[in-house]
């Protein structure tokens, strides 16, 4: 649902390369292609799925429907490396609520269910704002590094 505003940041800024930080089943790259997005480095990295390797540096990093998932004690470890691999500019999402499933020792999925006032200082720790958007259930954040 948010590749037509990455895709929007792609054009805004000029991105030739993407790192897909959580990348899942690497469905943001699709809906890219399926948008028109032809010539660029997708790098997907998640560590769910190990083949794909380390996170590698992109002008574009995206981090979508991550960070929230993370176990508190390290957000701060993940915050730092998403501006390792920032060269230029992030787009990132963040759900603030709770999910609809839970993990196998019950706790929500969701385990950072802060708003976007928590997240603010975090995210300016390592990141100029360049545009915030609330959404229904959280908030999309465009930066850049500083």
Request: charge should be neutral; include cysteine; glycine fraction near 8%.
């Amino acid at each position: 649902q948010y590749a037509p505003f990455v895709m929007g940041v792609i054009e805004e800024f000029g991105a030739k390369n993407i790192s897909d930080y959580g990348a899942g089943k690497r469905r943001l790259k699709s809906k890219l292609k399926e948008l028109g997005l032809r010539k660029f480095g997708y790098y997907p990295y998640d560590p769910a799925f190990p083949e794909y390797g380390e996170p590698k540096e992109a002008v574009l990093v995206c981090c979508i429907d991550v960070l929230e998932h993370v176990e508190p004690l390290y957000i701060d470890a993940v915050l730092i490396d998403l501006k390792k691999i920032t060269i230029e500019h992030g787009f990132f999402t963040i759900h603030t609520g709770p999910a609809r499933k839970t993990l196998p020792d019950g706790r929500n999925a969701h385990l950072i269910q802060k708003p976007a006032s928590w997240w603010l200082p975090k995210l300016c720790d390592h990141f100029e704002v360049i545009h915030l958007q609330q959404s229904a259930d959280g908030f999309w954040i465009v930066v850049s590094r500083r």
